[in-house]
């Protein structure tokens, strides 16, 4: 079993910079693709990131390529999510989601997640 833990959420205002945070529980994390999901009010959970095991490798949405970046510490069961340039639709509760991986792949759908985290609030004022 694995448990994720989100932190770093909060209210910035357009143009700001935040980093999230999502610490794994257990000794395999180095055996996990990750990936950041986010939904907003109303609307579905949506894809945003995703890393390979090994930190080699990353997917973005296409609403946050360019501006949002993940990266992994398997030193400290730890992946994380730089938001650049935030924007008002960026606000959404933001959803960490683990997957045990043969191989050096990343997942963007939500069905491949086996573990989710309960989520950080991130809210972007205009």
């Known amino acids: 079993q694995v448990q994720l833990v989100e932190s770093g959420g909060g209210l910035v205002q357009a143009g700001d910079s935040l980093r999230l945070s999502c610490a794994a529980s257990g000794r395999t994390f180095s055996t996990l693709a990750m990936g950041w999901f986010r939904q907003a009010p109303g609307k579905e959970r949506e894809f945003v990131a995703s890393?390979?095991?090994?930190?080699?490798?990353?997917y973005y949405a296409d609403s946050v390529k360019g501006r949002f970046t993940i990266s992994r510490d398997n030193a400290r069961n730890t992946v994380y999510l730089h938001m650049n340039t935030l924007k008002p639709e960026d606000t959404a509760v933001y959803l960490c989601?683990?997957?045990?991986?043969?191989?050096?792949?990343?997942?963007?759908?939500?069905?491949?997640?086996?573990?989710w985290g309960q989520g950080t609030q991130v809210t972007v004022s205009s």
């Open positions: 989601a683990a997957v045990r991986s043969s191989g050096n792949y990343y997942y963007s759908s939500l069905s491949d997640y086996n573990y």
């Open positions: 890393i390979t095991r090994s930190g080699g490798n990353t």
